[in-house]
Nanobody, 116 residues
Framework: QVQLVESGGGFVQPGGSLRLSCAAS????????MSWYRQAPGKERELVAI????????NYADSVKGRFTISRDNAKNTVYLQMNSLKPEDTAVYYC?????????WGQGTQVTVSS
């Protein structure tokens, strides 16, 4: 059974940090491109960061470059999103995605709220 379980979300003040984790199971994790998306109320889901299999390529949305870092630990089947210098506009539900050319899996999401 395929599972992607996000954790680490919560409430933080502007300028603060959070680290999201996405624990994967039920598929060959190291072969998948892993990414983080987010969806704010009333907005479309958007790509935040992506890391391809074997860390060949890493890309970020312009809005998070220099503040967020995506990484993966293939031994733990886990992908991370380190989020620093958080802003109120980073408030959203954050989703983990695992994808190959033939399979596409999503997690259930974790809420991140940035507010003073």
């Amino acid at each position: 059974q395929v599972q992607l379980v996000e954790s680490g979300g919560g409430f933080v003040q502007p300028g603060g940090s959070l680290r999201l984790s996405c624990a994967a199971s039920g598929f060959a994790f190291r072969q998948y491109a892993m990414s983080w998306y987010r969806q704010a109320p009333g907005k479309e889901r958007e790509l935040v960061a992506i890391i391809t299999s074997f860390d060949i390529n890493i890309n970020y949305a312009d809005s998070v470059k220099g503040r967020f870092t995506i990484s993966r630990d293939n031994a733990k089947n886990t992908v991370y999103l380190q989020m620093n210098s958080l802003k109120p506009e980073d408030t959203a539900v954050y989703y983990c995605r695992a994808r190959t050319s033939s399979n596409d899996y999503w997690g259930q999401g974790t809420q991140v709220t940035v507010s003073s």
